[in-house]
DNA sequence: CGTTCACTTGACCAACATCAAATATGGTGG
DNA sequence: CCACCATATTTGATGTTGGTCAAGTGAACG
């Protein structure tokens, strides 16, 4: 199951990415009779008015809130597997569901009930897990807290070779879901580099010593996440 | 309405409470038939393993985490009126709810379900908001933004008296809520007094020019909130 | 090849943390 | 009512983290 190439994600053009584009879904070869797919930056939530959850096939998205003066909070990532929830976004786009890259998405279908509520209460815990990252950890704990959360969740779809990963993200979207500048993200990154704990290149990552990442960054594998 | 008085939170006492202490309920005055009652600092929600829900009546709680290194983040509080959510804390202690003052609280009946729903849906909004002032606001604009949430969560139950209500915090729980140091919590706290903005006085809040403080915080008033 | 966007780096500064100590404050027993 | 204790608040001095501004590099794309 390879995943679409990762295309770039334009944050100037994101603010006012209020149009989605959703393109003509061909069957292909992909299993799945209703495929549909979305551009990168596209604003994929809100036309599921009826309520029904859309799950991911390939490439990734987000929910973010934008402030009025232009500030961004990503508040997770949603990756291929994940349900995505658009219940209760009726109320007044507080949050919105983007795509950050090329995206092949499917209705959940009734007998996938236990699955996506398997996967709302993942959710949930990663919000949680978020505000701590945020709340108590340092740049440089926070950034490898994410990327041991990537891994995790690449790994359980298939989507990990070895210790590295493909992840379609930008250092301004890194920024926006950390809550640190794109600057300090860099710098923050380029440390990792030089002490050779996290290689990352071109939307490639890859973890060295996992161990010790993780006590670093206070990261506790999640026992949630080994139900099913 | 009366609240209980408030008591203050030992936050040395805080990490090791989990022993969690049921007074004896006793009827009293009050219309319910079973009240539990619960001290400062007692961990309240573990002992919920049917996955019952608990709807508290007076007195404050929050949920937190606490990470190995002592760190503590506290996701969001509990107020009167509030439904403490007790379903999915089988996945081992990633958040603890525990009492920020005495507490009386009773289970939620089976009519009040789309009240619970109601509930559960705000609490998730808060931990959106939460999210954003940690990750986008700084000092004095989260400390305002948390109050404004405050006033409003306590203005629809009745516990504002114009412009000023009570908050059973200490500096300490402000801080491990919003990610900052006690100390500068209370700077910041001294400059708020200094503007004139916001008056704090030994648990007593009150908010000056609402208009101002909303508009500094990009704090928006919560659609969501003014259902029922 | 010029444009655009992401990444990178340096210089500088503001926000916030840390450490230490002094000063309330509230609850307690006498 | 007072003295005492524990905890909370307050303040100063100082250091660190991370933000801002600005400029430059590099890669993709038409």
Redesign the pocket.
Known sequence: MESDAYQ??????LAEARTFQVEEREPRRSPWSRVERYAAGAQIAVIQAGGSQLRLLSGWACEMRILPDGRRQIFTFLLPGDVVETRGFESLGSRAIVALSRLQAVRAESDEVPWVEHSAQQREQRLYDHMVRMGQL???ERVIHLLLELYDRLERVGLVDGDTFKVPL???VFADAL??????I?????CLRRDDWVVIK?GSVTLKNRRKLESVACYRTDELSKVH
């Not at 770039?8 to 053009?13: C, D, H, N, V």
């Not at 809550?179 to 300090?184: A, D, N, R, Y």
């Open positions: 770039s994600w334009a944050p100037s053009s340092s740049a440089k930008t250092q301004e809550g640190l500048s794109v600057v300090h860099n710098r923050t990154l380029r071109s």
